[in-house]
């Protein structure tokens, strides 16, 4: 048994880019899969991680060296955390050792809820599943501080919490989904929807200012006439033009710097999408796996963000508020992360656009008060990816330059809540309380919230199913009564 | 036969396209369809993608912007949920003359 131990542990030690494809292999194999096409999704994970970890080692230095003249030219910058995007996110965190188990653990909470009556919503969007890696991950760094025998199942615990949360979440926003796609059939259970918690309050606020409804805009139109300039590699481009003017570059500097970032940009997304491909077969069997447990039922299926993707406003609002990111950056004497990977934070702009269905004004502003909490949750998480990447060797992290965060932290203001509240148990008791009785808040609020909001998107799509009143019990307070044809 | 190209777009040409795209591959190839090539894009360049394809499978079925493409775009959604899919396979085959 000990050697049986042994042999795993020295096999683990080889590194996540030879270790992962044995695992995916050996799933896939359980998942039924024929031996050649298993170890083809092996490979491939091994292909993707070695990509990502060749471009990391480019693009890191490059960013890292950029960061370091800033802070050295211009006083007040406090850049020491380099926001390389979700994608490189993604990949250390399949690197934590119980990444995988997260797999089983979503897909059989949802089963249960789904058995109870608890939700409607069969999730089957299996490639999300790595942010509950990260938070099982993150919490276990967090707690493992003080209590180190509590560490994994609080991370676990954490987890679970949020896959419950993300199937509740996509009950409630359903037919607010539905009215800005019309697809009939799914709700979008991603986690970046969770942020509504603190966004429906803060939204009633804001409609409360006289005229906002009467501003009349055309994101369509203007989505447009940015056209070129929503590209990867043009953002990429602008932004290295921008660090290179802000690092005091010479003119070949700056050239080279905007070439540099355009290619990363434009690099990242296409090495990861391989590990899409890889990880793909899994997706697969675990969504098979759970359709069959439920035929005939009446549920619908949850899907990942990008159904919302033809959106105009959600695009107009990511590119318009690029440009106050990388200022809130700059003056926010909390933040000390470099926006770029995501610089178009779509996790902050499409929860935005889901709750304020897709009005522009209204989600410019939703989402200038969200900048700051996404700054202050990638510069907060940032010793953890990094930790995590350096202890599990996903990513070598080279030492002088600082670490390495995602500005698209999902759910942002929920994660620094849930984390505040649990680093009471590392001696922080008040700022914990403080978070408990704002989440408490944010909790309460969001039920009646959200069905407030589900049932008049409901009058104006006329309902999923052709209810255009999902929630009676909250319809006394609805100004207009419902239509009777 | 020349090559016949499908594009599958999504927000990032990352995870949901490329989800998408693998589910439409191995269909295809169940069928013996192997002079397709399905690629996964970035919905932010889908006209310079689209003016190199000849089918967009959309998971954004309600957007103007497909309409406005120089190829025809049917609904992918089919192949996120798994319910419906040999109707978007039948839909590939009629319009690319497969």
């Known amino acids: 048994m000990q050697a049986a131990l042994d042999l795993i542990r020295s096999f683990l030690d080889y590194g996540p880019n030879v270790a992962l494809p044995v695992i995916m292999f050996l799933l896939c194999l359980i998942l039924g899969m024929r031996v050649g096409k298993a170890a083809g999704a092996g490979l491939m994970l091994g292909v993707a991680f070695t990509g990502i970890f060749v471009l990391f080692d480019f693009a890191f230095p490059v960013l890292g060296k950029a960061g370091q003249a800033m802070v050295q030219r211009i006083p007040g910058l406090r850049f020491q955390a380099y926001d390389l995007g979700w994608t490189v996110a993604s990949v250390i965190s399949w690197a934590w050792p119980y990444a995988f188990l997260m797999f089983p653990l979503q897909i059989a909470i949802n089963i249960a809820m789904l058995a109870l009556g608890w939700t409607k919503c069969l999730n089957v969007d299996m490639w999300n599943v790595w942010h509950k890696a990260t938070l099982g991950a993150f919490v276990s760094a967090l707690v493992g501080q003080s209590s180190p025998a509590l560490a994994l199942p609080l991370g676990f615990l954490v987890a679970a919490v949020w896959v419950v949360a993300e199937l509740i979440s996509a009950d409630h926003t359903r037919e607010q989904v539905y009215n800005l796609t019309r697809i009939p059939g799914i709700a979008v259970s991603h986690n970046m929807l969770l942020d509504i918690m603190w966004m429906a309050p803060v939204l009633d606020l804001i409609e409360k200012i006289p005229g906002l409804g009467k501003i009349k805009t055309s994101p369509a139109d203007l989505r447009r006439r940015i056209g070129i300039f929503g590209e990867n590699y043009v953002i990429g481009a602008i932004l290295g033009l921008i660090f290179g003017l802000l690092a005091g570059y010479d003119l070949k500097g700056v050239a080279t710097l905007i070439i540099q970032c355009a290619a990363v940009v434009t690099l990242f997304p296409l090495l990861a999408g391989l590990f899409a491909r890889a990880l793909a077969p899994v997706a697969e069997g675990a969504q098979e796996f759970m359709q069959k447990r439920f035929p005939g039922r009446s549920f619908y299926i949850g899907l990942d963000w990008p159904v919302l993707a033809g959106i105009d406003s959600l695009w107009v609002t990511g590119i318009l508020i690029a440009p106050l990111i990388l200022l809130f950056a700059i003056i926010l004497p909390f933040n000390n992360t470099l926006p770029f990977g995501s610089i178009i934070a779509v996790s902050l702009v499409a929860t935005v656009t889901v709750i304020t269905q897709g009005d522009l004004v209204k989600s410019l502003l939703l989402s200038i008060i969200g900048i700051p909490v996404y700054l202050g949750a990638a510069t907060y998480f940032a010793p953890y990816l990094t930790n995590l990447a350096v202890a599990t060797g996903a990513i070598q992290v080279p030492e002088g330059y600082g670490m390495v965060t995602w500005l698209e932290t999902n759910a942002a203001g929920m994660r620094l809540l849930v984390f505040t509240i649990l680093d009471a148990l590392n001696g922080n008791i008040l700022p914990g309380l403080i978070a408990l009785v704002v989440l408490v808040f944010c909790v309460w609020y969001y039920f009646p919230a959200m069905k407030r909001r589900e049932n008049a998107a409901a009058q104006e799509s006329g309902g999923i199913s052709g209810n255009p009143l999902p929630y009676p019990e909250v319809a006394s307070k609805a100004a207009k009564p419902a239509p009777t044809d | ?98």
Do not use: F, W
């Not at chain 2, 020349?2 to 490329?18: D, E, F, H, M, Y």
């Not at chain 2, 013996?32 to 959309?58: C, T, W």
């Open chain 2, 1 to 98: 036969m020349p090559l016949k190209r499908i594009i599958v777009a999504c927000g990032s040409g990352v995870a949901t396209s490329n989800v998408a795209a693998e589910k439409l591959r191995n269909l295809l190839r169940e069928q013996g369809h192997h002079n397709v090539d399905v690629r996964a894009v970035d919905i932010k360049s889908l006209e310079a993608e689209a003016k190199v394809a000849d089918l967009l499978v959309s998971i954004t079925p309600y957007a103007i912007r497909d309409k406005e493409l120089p190829i025809p775009s049917i609904n992918g959604i089919p192949l996120l949920t798994g319910v419906g899919t040999a109707d978007v396979i039948k839909q590939i085959k009629d319009i690319l003359k497969l």
